[in-house]
């Protein structure tokens, strides 16, 4: 059953475009100490796409963004973004070549206040291979689409709730004018209010252009804003296809992603 999941969906998903994937992963493999996490996962991210990665707690999702990002101390596999050959890369090389990383743990700095955490992560402008611009975002720009942080740009890290922080998170990566964010669990543990702030802000990303991989569990969250799916079990894929074709498939939702 698993197999003709993925082969079918992935045909139709195929056939979409024919453009190249601005991200190619193909093969890859993840150990965390001897315990192998991730097996032959491939997937693929269009521009201006919102792919979401679901799956249960431990099925590997987060494992896949970090591996994408080059945190893993152990993984193999052949992974290319814009064109360009980036699983030999280093974390720093990642990032400065337009891939941002959202990561489920927030990591911002606490003594920092919010404008001084979104200057930390500050990129130059940046342009596609045809030279038109990329997205840029500047501070005023992130508080007309954070308006919370807009009215808190003087406040340290530490002194904002967990769905401030978040957001914060987000804005901070922006600053790097991504290409495409690896967004790891945006609706984990934060108020219905931030979620739905959450929502707008993807919508409002992908309308600038700006392409997102998205791990998350919370399957409402996730057909509000992906065009895609994957679902992951165990470290591997188990289903691909359309975002509505995955919400109708009652068959895959209960056995993959219901707890």
């Known amino acids: 059953m698993t197999q003709d999941l993925v082969a079918g969906s992935d045909r ?9 994937p601005l991200l190619s992963v193909d093969g890859l493999n993840a150990w965390y100490g001897a315990a192998h996490i991730l097996f032959d996962l491939s997937l693929t991210v269009q521009r201006g796409e919102v792919v979401a990665l679901m799956g249960r707690n431990g ?12 945190l893993m101390e152990r993984s193999n596999g052949h992974i290319e973004f814009m064109g360009q050959t980036i699983h030999d890369k280093q974390p720093f090389e990642i990032a400065r070549a337009g891939l941002g990383f959202v990561p489920e743990d927030r990591r911002i700095f606490t003594d920092l206040s919010v404008t001084e955490n979104l200057e930390v992560g500050r990129q130059p402008p940046r342009h596609w291979p045809d030279g038109t611009a990329a997205p ?12 919370n942080l807009g009215q808190m740009q003087d406040r340290p890290g530490g002194q904002m709730s967990g769905g401030e922080q978040q957001m914060l998170t987000v804005a901070r990566t922006l600053m790097g004018n991504p290409y495409l964010v690896l967004l790891d669990e945006p609706s984990e543990g934060v108020a219905p209010v931030i979620v739905e702030q959450m ?20 399957l409402h969250f ?38």
Request: charged letters at 20%.
């Open 12 to 20: 139709a998903a195929t056939g979409a475009t024919a453009e190249a």
């Open 59 to 70: 099925a590997g999702k987060s494992t896949t963004l970090k591996s994408v990002m080059g």
């Open 136 to 147: 840029h975002w500047l501070p005023e720009r992130l508080y007309s689409l954070f308006p």
């Open 199 to 218: 929502v707008h802000m993807i919508l409002e990303l992908k309308q600038a252009g700006v392409s997102i991989l998205l791990s998350e569990q919370n």
């Open 222 to 259: 996730a057909e509000l804003v992906s065009d895609r799916a994957y679902v992951l079990e165990k470290g591997q894929i188990r289903y691909s296809g359309a975002m509505q074709e995955l919400s109708a498939n009652e068959q895959v939702r209960r056995t993959y992603l219901s707890v």
